[in-house]
């Protein structure tokens, strides 16, 4: 079986590492090859180094037109089975090539683009006619792929609502992370200093403002805490004025990107996600994986993931009061915490070690291709 997957760039963001983390698993009876068509070359080295097989078609702007004449005179040169596509312009190009060529083709469901949360957010900037034509055509196109895959239930669901594809032409597949690297999470002494960590791009949607707000309500009263953030991203202004104004310098740092940032997770007491809304979250994934206590937002999409006061502490998002509460209960409980936190690791292994994964990934493209 020869697949192509397509993608926009190999950004180093949660659907790229993803794709990388699966068809790095598949068996040998599987034939890759990964297209991209937009600068962002972060990851190239790690599939070129997975042996995978990549094509750059180094379009500029929406280039539609262009992609599209590229990835057929691609795929009738090499006649994939089937094609896999993520990431919007990469779907766009990808489905009208496909139809074109009349090759199979399966659409990725990997973020709630059109849930209330991000709607709401998009109305406050105020929706334009650009992000209301997009939705529209992905709405037009969205009937053209065989079958979806979405890496949350919640997120299909969102999906098959608000781009009329029906619940029962997609499939839910979790993401994973490779188990064996992550080792158990040992803890450090929570004297003198409690140390939280979150990791993330530097994005409003993560819910990093409304962190950094809860972490200067609590430092009143607990002045021995610090935390780190590691990402980078285009609202690092926004974030560093929160900092400034409640004079966090000291205690909040935001470290920017950093290599395997997840490693930094053994050196925290605590991992906090309060994102407004996300995809399946490959870092909660891998903060469950270590085993260390976890802080999460009460979005869908997380809860998919960790059980509320069984596996994980949940806020109700962008409630900052809630965020300090927790972040409050967490160093007063931390014993039992840190069982939680073992809980989660368990459940973890059990459920996204990658390789379980991939073989869903994979035996589904089979019948696919069948």
């Known amino acids: 079986m020869k697949v192509f997957f397509t ?27 990964v297209i991209y068509f937009y600068k962002g070359h972060d990851l190239k080295e790690a599939y070129e180094k997975a042996g995978i097989p990549l094509e750059f078609v180094n379009l500029k702007g929406d280039s539609f037109l262009a992609g599209i004449k590229a990835l057929k005179k691609i795929i009738k040169a090499e006649k994939p089975d089937i094609v896999v596509s993520s990431i919007y312009r990469a779907n766009i190009i990808s489905r009208i090539a496909c139809k074109q060529t009349r090759t199979p083709l399966i659409g990725t469901f990997v973020n709630d683009s059109y849930g209330a949360v991000r709607l709401e957010e998009l109305k406050q900037k105020g929706i334009g006619w ?40 997609i499939k839910v597949i979790y993401r994973g992370r490779e188990s064996e690297k992550f080792p158990e999470w040992i803890p ?14 530097l994005l409003d949607r993560k819910g990093f403002s409304e962190m ?3 972490f200067a309500m609590l430092r009143q009263t607990n002045p021995a805490i610090v935390l ?5 991203g285009k609202a690092r202004k926004v974030f560093e004025s ?23 997770i053994y050196h925290a007491h605590c991992f906090i996600f309060p994102s407004w809304y996300e995809g399946f979250s490959g870092a909660l994934v891998e903060a469950m994986m270590t085993g260390v206590p976890i802080i999460a937002s009460d979005i869908p999409m997380n809860m998919e993931a960790v059980t509320k006061d069984t596996t994980a502490l949940v806020h ?19 014993p039992q915490m840190m069982e939680m936190g073992k809980r989660a690791r ?14 869903q990934y994979e035996d589904f493209l089979k019948s696919m291709v069948k």
Not at 7 to 31: C, M, P, Q, V, Y
Not at 188 to 201: D, L, N, Q, S, Y
Not at 248 to 257: A, I
């Open 7 to 33: 993608l926009d760039t190999l950004a180093n963001a949660g659907t790229e590492k993803s794709t990388l983390d699966i068809i790095s698993h598949f068996s040998r009876e599987t034939e890759v090859k």
């Open 228 to 232: 780190d953030i590691y990402g980078e």
């Open 242 to 264: 929160v900092i400034a104004k409640h004079q966090l310098e000291s205690s909040v740092t935001l470290h920017g990107m950093v290599p395997n940032a997840w490693k930094q």
């Open 188 to 201: 450090a002494p929570v004297t003198p200093v409690f140390k939280f960590i979150a990791v993330g791009r």
């Open 346 to 359: 368990k459940e973890a292994m059990e459920r996204f070690d990658i390789r379980i994964i991939a073989k």
């Open 212 to 214: 950094i707000e809860a």
């Open 316 to 334: 109700k998002v962008k409630d900052t009061q809630d965020i300090a509460a927790k972040m409050k209960q967490m160093i007063s409980n931390y």
């Open 130 to 169: 650009k992000f209301r034509f997009f939705w529209m055509l992905d709405k037009w196109t969205a009937g053209i792929p065989k079958f979806w895959l979405s890496n949350a239930a919640s997120i299909a669901e969102s999906n098959s609502k608000t781009l009329g594809v029906p619940m029962k032409k």
